[in-house]
């Protein structure tokens, strides 16, 4: 297999690079709807989604957990689920929150209108075998008789949700679950596959990781895959980089500083395996109405800034978590600055700098060579004045510095640029 060069001299699969050469954008429905959204609110959703953010790059719509489940209530989870399955225990779309789901055609419809509005179409989906269709003891579709039982592993289950058992992969049968299921996606449009409680621990999942990718790679319709929960390990990245196109860095991201925080030191770890195809996933944007529509995001507007500054110039995924049906212009804005889309899509040489305590600086290159990046955030409660000299950032050569967030020209004076920034916020300029 071709394989596509990174920056550190390690390689991913020449396909991974195709299927997302540049970190996906989109929106997910988990950080507004929790488990609960339905067929009309998704399509209300997609259709403001490609109006609004579409023409800015975001063009994932995903499906987040437990579509396939009737009864799905909040943020929690029923403890003994009775998903919608077919014949040989695949998980079905709920009918009575999925309607064009009923005639068995699972979400192609929806993945039909989806794709009309011109967005890919993504679902969430849990590692391993339902926990339902083990009790039933249903075949494996495209295995030679064998049944769920044979193919479980219920000592492998997961710690925060009930609906799955792992598969046993050396077992008769266990791939081809997996390529049943994955064929499933295919048949239906899926382009994009959330696959939840695969990260941690990874080594115990690292088999489950290996078969979703044989049967994405057998399924006959390009599907980017994302794992998820984090931390996935840095000292794994050659395994992970070869096996998904996006992983998450850590657990559940929220809208609080403390996390946000976190995700610093995290992106720093992970920044040399940034590459085509290998995207380190620091999570969604809590921003705007989350939560079922009980609260807006606590965030300041400093600390989004510095969100927004932050997976822009890590090159994290930009995947926006609020419901867009209360989307404001504040948030629009900051979603869809030019600037910051361009340094989060075609950016490269992005690496972090140590200058000052209380003080992050990333900088970045342009596609072109035209101009370059500097990111200060300040980390503290307080103001700080900063003064950077540009030749300890390798930026030395730069005459002018422009302001993304203020659009303004800040002064380059003797090699040195100073500018006060706000508590929790971040300073983007734009040097050429």
């Excluded at 700080?384 to 540009?390: G, K, W």
Aim: aromatic residues 8%; contains cysteine; charged residues 20%.
């Amino acid at each position: 297999m071709a394989m596509t060069s990174m920056t550190t001299g390690a390689q991913v699969p020449a396909a991974a690079a195709t299927l997302a050469p540049t970190p996906p954008m989109g929106w997910n429905s988990w950080n507004s709807f929790a488990t609960t959204i339905t067929e009309e609110q998704a399509l209300e959703t997609a259709r403001i989604m490609a109006d609004k953010l579409l023409p800015a790059g975001y063009d994932v719509f995903t499906v987040d957990i437990q579509w396939y489940e009737p009864d799905a209530r909040s943020y929690t989870y029923n403890a003994r689920p009775q998903p919608a399955m077919d014949r040989w225990g695949r998980l079905q779309p709920a009918p009575n929150r999925f309607p064009s789901a009923a005639d068995g055609s699972g979400f192609a419809r929806l993945a039909e209108q989806v794709h009309a509005l011109g967005l890919r179409f993504g679902i969430h989906v849990m590692r391993g075998i339902p926990r339902a269709a083990v009790m039933q003891n249903l075949p494996v579709f495209g295995s030679s008789g064998v049944r769920a039982a044979e193919i479980a592993d219920t000592s492998s289950i997961c710690s925060w949700n009930p609906d799955m058992y792992g598969v046993a992969m050396g077992r008769p049968g266990a791939q081809d679950w997996y390529d049943g299921i994955f064929r499933q996606y295919a048949e239906w449009g899926v382009d994009f596959i959330k696959m939840d409680d695969m990260s941690r621990p990874y080594d115990a999942h690292a088999a489950e990781i290996e078969a979703a990718h044989r049967a994405i790679d057998r399924a006959g319709r390009p599907i980017v895959l994302s794992l998820s929960p984090g931390e996935t390990p840095v000292t794994r990245a050659d395994h992970v980089r070869r096996h998904a196109q996006m992983w998450r860095i850590s657990d559940d991201f929220w809208d609080d500083w403390g996390m946000l925080e976190a995700q610093f030191t995290r992106l720093e770890n992970w920044h040399p395996h940034v590459a085509p195809g290998s995207w380190p996933d620091a999570d969604m944007l809590p921003l705007g109405r989350l939560a079922l529509g009980e609260r807006d995001t606590r965030f300041t507007p400093a600390e989004q800034r510095t969100l927004m500054t932050l997976w822009a110039i890590a090159r994290s995924p930009l995947i926006m978590g609020g419901d867009l049906r209360h989307l404001d212009d504040a948030t629009l804005a900051l979603l869809t600055n030019p600037a910051v889309i361009a340094l989060n899509q075609s950016s490269h040489d992005n690496r972090p700098h140590f200058l000052k305590d209380g003080l992050r600086v990333w900088t970045a290159r342009s596609a072109d060579g035209v101009h370059a990046w500097l990111a200060v955030f300040n980390l503290d409660k307080e103001p700080q004045d900063l003064s950077v000299a540009l030749t300890d950032v390798g930026l030395s050569a730069a005459k002018s510095a422009t302001d993304i967030w203020a659009s303004t020209a800040l002064p380059i004076a003797e090699g040195r640029l100073g500018k006060r920034v706000e508590p929790h916020g971040a300073l983007l300029l734009r040097l050429v």
